[in-house]
């Protein structure tokens, strides 16, 4: 897939510093009242093996989000997206993360989980807005985080949901 040792390298440092990035901006943005936690740190876990609950605003947000993604996939899939649907497709996702920001209430470890899976979707929407082979990779980076989400996160009837892949 890669040409090049040099090739791989280069996107794996990338990939870090989009993480870096996403974390940073997910912490910044979060001025909802709720302590900041070291998210450089911190690990996706489930609480005493249940999922963390969500409140509405939160599942609104999640689902808005892999609706819009879902909207695109079969075009992401096909390599057929365009540099502006990839646009497009951030600007929803960014809406969507600052509704998100500005409106959760979620209790403070809940919370902590939930900057771990925003972080990568923010990076991934970042990448969305590169060139084409950055923002094919955002929106995978977007596909699994939604995956974790749905993994670690109560939300009624998202299992039943079409899901990116």
Not at 3 to 26: D, F, M, P, R, T
Not at 128 to 135: E, P, R
């Amino acid at each position: 897939m890669f040409s090049s040792s040099k090739e791989l390298a280069v996107i794996l440092c990338s990939a870090a510093l989009l993480l870096n990035a996403g974390a940073s901006l997910a912490q910044e943005q979060h001025n909802h009242g709720h302590a900041h936690y070291g998210l450089e740190s911190a690990q996706l876990t489930l609480n005493d093996g249940k999922k963390w609950e969500s409140d509405g605003n939160l599942r609104q947000g999640m689902s808005r989000i892999r609706d819009a993604l879902n909207a695109d996939l079969h075009a992401i899939h096909m390599g057929k997206a365009t540099a502006d649907q990839y646009q497009a497709l951030a600007k929803k996702i960014d809406v969507q993360i600052e509704f998100m920001m500005n409106n959760c209430k979620l209790e403070p470890k809940a919370d902590e989980m939930l900057h771990l899976v925003l972080a990568d979707i923010v990076a991934g929407s970042e990448a969305m807005k590169q060139d084409l082979g950055k923002a094919r990779e955002g929106a995978g980076r977007i596909a699994q985080a939604l995956q974790s989400y749905g993994a670690h996160f109560a939300h009624p009837g998202w299992d039943k949901a079409k899901h990116a892949h």
